[in-house]
T-cell receptor, first 114, second 110 residues
Framework: ELKVEQNPLFLSMQEGKNYTIYCNYSTTSDRLYWYRQDPGKSLESLFVLLSNGAVKQEGRLMASLDTKARLSTLHITAAVHDLSATYFCAVDTYSGGGADGLTFGKGTHLIIQP | NAGVTQTPKFQVLKTGQSMTLQCAQDMNHNSMYWYRQDPGMGLRLIYYSASEGTTDKGEVPNGYNVSRLNKREFSLRLESAAPSQTSVYFC?????????FGQGTRLTVV
């Protein structure tokens, strides 16, 4: 059974600081997703990481994937209040016969204070 | 550009009532999914359909049934709602690596 663990689950930080959210998963997978969710809203896709060593950046967010360590990170640079949200990582259980759905971590609730 | 559309957006049911959550996508995707989201739990897969005419159980299928009516539509049915099914339900569809989520249905069972 695939397990996806995020840490921390809750993070309060100040504007301007840097921080990293970690996502560990228990079985081999070549697809890792990062989503953002605002309260009462749906999931917004941030990154899709498809191979070992993949690194993607968008604004103040950068995600990376190490498939050998089964670890992905989401790094926040010089945080701003607008990045306050809950961030989820998810791993694809694609088996080659079709898309079997995503397994999600529990989410990291991020609060960025002025 | 509608994407994935869920109806209704909100629903309150009494214990034992039945209802169907509707989901439709206009992107011609083969794969569709139903997830539930509970506080502190992330999203958990209920059922999925890899293609029209096929459905499979996910992590938490008990108490639910699904129908893949055609390529566009994938419905989730609660035959006898229970308070434990109070949750936010998300439908999604996917093509290759891209996954698209609907806006969610907030369901309360009293």
């Amino acid at each position: 059974e695939l397990k996806v663990e995020q840490n921390p689950l809750f993070l309060s930080m100040q504007e301007g600081k840097n921080y990293t959210i970690y996502c560990n998963y228990s079985t081999t997978s070549d697809r890792l997703y990062w989503y953002r969710q605002d309260p009462g809203k749906s999931l917004e896709s941030l990154f899709v990481l498809l191979s070992n060593g993949a690194v993607k950046q968008e604004g103040r967010l950068m995600a990376s994937l190490d498939t050998k360590a089964r670890l992905s990170t989401l790094h926040i640079t010089a945080a701003v209040h607008d990045l306050s949200a809950t961030y989820f990582c998810a791993v694809d259980t694609y088996s080659g016969g079709g898309a079997d759905g995503l397994t999600f971590g529990k989410g990291t609730h991020l609060i960025i204070q002025p | 550009n509608a994407g994935v559309t869920q109806t209704p957006k909100f629903q309150v049911l009494k214990t034992g009532q039945s209802m169907t959550l509707q989901c439709a996508q206009d992107m011609n995707h083969n794969s569709m999914y139903w997830y539930r989201q509970d506080p502190g739990m992330g999203l958990r897969l209920i059922y999925y359909s890899a293609s029209e005419g096929t459905t499979d159980k996910g992590e938490v299928p008990n108490g639910y049934n699904v129908s893949r009516l055609n390529k566009r539509e994938f419905s989730l049915r609660l035959e006898s709602a229970a308070p434990s099914q109070t949750s936010v339900y998300f439908c999604a569809s996917s093509h290759r690596v891209f996954v698209f989520f609907g806006q969610g249905t907030r369901l309360t069972v009293v």
